[in-house]
């Protein structure tokens, strides 16, 4: 596949209708996500891999996110929810969100993500947070 004029492949890590098969066979490394509670709404993770260098990075990983669109709409996204495991302190996580059909977006001019960390709240007292 080259998309954003590069090549790269990827592997289905996380899939909506087919959760337990996924969990079998992930690598170490790979995230674990979930979207199976009120309001989640990813469908497909895809972990992208470039072929070179970039894939033996341990601080940096990629992912190919779908949602699933919003209720009683033309097809529109307009927000995401899902849960992600197994991540490791100082690894980066690039999250392309590939179906977003809005030409423009609050993200644009400096609005950050809500991110909630059970770590956090056993560390500081708060899980709900900006950031990104």
Known sequence: VTIRGEKYATRCVY?????????????????????????????????????????????????????????????HIQWFYFSCANT????????????FAKTDSLYNYGMKLLFYSEKSVKEEGVGWRRTG
């Open 88 to 99: 490791l302190s100082g690894r980066g996580i690039k999250f392309n969100i590939t179906n």
């Open 15 to 75: 899939n909506y209708e087919d959760r337990y098969r996924f969990s079998r066979i992930l690598n170490a490394c790979d995230l674990v996500f979930d979207s199976h509670f009120e309001s989640g709404n990813l469908f497909s993770a895809h972990r992208v891999s470039f072929g070179d260098s970039r894939d033996m990075d341990k601080r940096q990983h990629e992912y190919d996110l779908e949602l699933h669109h919003d209720i009683h709409s033309a097809g």
